[in-house]
């Protein structure tokens, strides 16, 4: 299948998206093509892919329009009736009010960050309903949080570990840096029990 190539070699945005690259990689070589290098690793690896493949060095969603709302979520009044905005942010004077309403052991988490993107124009007292919903969900027996597809390593470790139990961090580490050496069909690396058998000598 062959080494991974050199980033500044190749020259299709679909060689590209076959291999595993970490997230300076990609901001180094960005900067070496003039892209912007603003927002996640995935963002700039679209950048690149599509400047390999069209000559343009920004993205069509690059210019996305600014939120219109210019709520100020750090200082306002906030009340169960207070509406979700396109500027929303997690701060100190939301944290408040929902410890106020759902209790002192509130906290953050990514399930109800996504709920509050998803729901603007609902309300505060929806959100907490929301967050009750999801705790209920989290402490139910067998529950596993949902892993982000971009988030490759942590579901190959879920997978590894759940196939393999007597085997360890130090187990996935080692064969997922092998693992991440080799070319994919559509840039995913995904866990098989054949994993085992990679080494150093290919």
Not at 65 to 87: C, E, G, H, V
Not at 128 to 136: K, M, N, T
């Amino acid at each position: 299948m062959g080494a991974r190539p050199d980033i500044g070699s190749i020259r299709t945005g679909s060689e590209l998206r076959k291999w595993y690259w970490r997230k300076d990689e990609l901001v180094a070589h960005a900067r070496d093509l003039g892209i912007k290098t603003g927002a996640g690793k995935f963002v700039i690896l679209d950048r690149i892919a599509h400047f390999l493949d069209t000559g343009e060095r920004a993205l069509p969603t690059d210019t996305e329009p600014r939120p219109k709302s210019n709520f100020d979520w750090r200082n306002a009044p906030l009340s169960p009736a207070t509406k979700i905005t396109d500027n929303y942010k997690n701060t100190q004077n939301v944290r408040a009010f929902f410890q106020s309403e759902v209790g002192a052991h509130f906290r953050f988490n990514i399930a109800l960050m996504d709920w509050m993107k998803d729901n603007v124009g609902r309300t505060l007292a929806d959100a907490c309903e929301a967050y009750r919903a999801i705790q209920a969900q989290s402490n139910a027996p067998g529950f596993k949080t949902k892993i982000k597809s971009h988030n490759q390593f942590n579901q190959y470790t879920r997978d590894f570990l759940q196939d393999n139990p007597e085997l360890g961090m130090v187990d996935v580490r080692r064969v997922w840096a092998l693992k991440i050496k080799l070319p994919s069909s559509d840039g995913r690396h995904v866990y098989k029990r054949s994993d085992l058998q990679l080494s150093e000598k290919g």
